[in-house]
């Protein structure tokens, strides 16, 4: 069965970090682009990177770019997202997805969320003094 399992998540003071991972079973995540997505209480979901198979470059929203990291390890079918210098604002649901469609995320990557096909369940991440 295809599964993307999510763990990592918790509560941090301001200033503190995570790394928060995606395991990968049934398919090979190497093969398409992967997506990191975030639901605060009371807000849409929003993209927030997105790392493509095709050259292994990654892009990031304004919101998190330079605290966040997302990075994989193909031979352990996993993907993780190093989320640093957390501020309260950063409190919400974290999911990473995959993208069956294309391996490259491509100029639109935030405005593409219909395309993925596999969704990890979530993980909490608190951010809080």
């Known amino acids: 069965q295809v599964q993307f399992v999510e763990s990592g998540g918790g509560s941090v003071q301001p200033g503190g970090s995570l790394r928060l991972s995606c395991s990968a079973s049934g398919f090979f995540l190497d093969y398409y682009a992967i997506g990191w997505f975030r639901q605060a209480p009371g807000k849409e979901r929003e993209g927030i990177s997105c790392?493509?198979?095709?050259?292994?470059?990654?892009v990031y929203a304004d919101s998190v770019k330079g605290r966040f990291t997302i990075s994989k390890d193909n031979s352990k079918n996993t993907v993780y997202m190093d989320i640093n210098s957390l501020k309260p604002e950063d409190t919400a649901v974290y999911y990473c997805?995959?993208?069956?469609?294309?391996?490259?995320?491509?100029?639109?990557?935030?405005?593409?969320?219909?395309?993925?096909?596999?969704w990890g369940q979530g993980t909490q991440v608190t951010v809080s003094s």
């Open positions: 997805a995959a993208n069956l469609l294309r391996r490259a995320c491509g100029s639109e990557w935030r405005k593409n969320e219909y395309e993925y096909d596999y």
């Open positions: 790392i493509s198979s095709s050259d292994g470059s990654a």
